[in-house]
């Protein structure tokens, strides 16, 4: 059972910068794919970016790519999202999450994430 547990949300003015973190329980971190995941009120949660196990690969949603960045640092068992330039449209609840047997198996708590205009 893998645990996950986010921090670094809050509420930030437009433009601002933000770095998520998600600290994992196992040290098998290193051999999991990790995503960032993000819900709004009254939408579905959906793919920000994702992050091979050894991290390098990387892919962004269109709307974030060029202001966030998705790194891990698996001696630390820790997975990060900065996120420079914030908008508006970026609040939501920020989830981790791993990637096991081909479905995201394990998710954090999440973090809320509030960007003021």
């Known amino acids: 059972q893998v645990q996950l547990v986010e921090s670094g949300g809050g509420l930030v003015q437009a433009g601002d910068s933000l770095r998520l973190s998600c600290a994992a329980s196992?040290?098998?971190?290193?051999?999991?794919?990790m995503g960032w995941f993000r819900q709004a009120p009254g939408k579905e949660r959906d793919l920000v970016a994702r992050?091979?196990?050894?991290?390098?690969?990387?892919y962004y949603t269109d709307s974030v790519k060029g202001r966030f960045t998705i790194s891990r640092d698996n001696a630390k068992n820790t997975l990060y999202l900065q996120m420079n330039g914030l908008k508006p449209e970026d609040t939501a609840v920020y989830y981790c999450a791993a990637w096991l047997a081909g479905t995201w198996d394990y998710w954090g708590q999440g973090t809320q994430v509030t960007v003021s205009s």
């Open positions: 992050i091979s196990w050894i991290g390098g690969s990387t």
């Open positions: 196992e040290r098998t971190f290193s051999s999991y794919t």
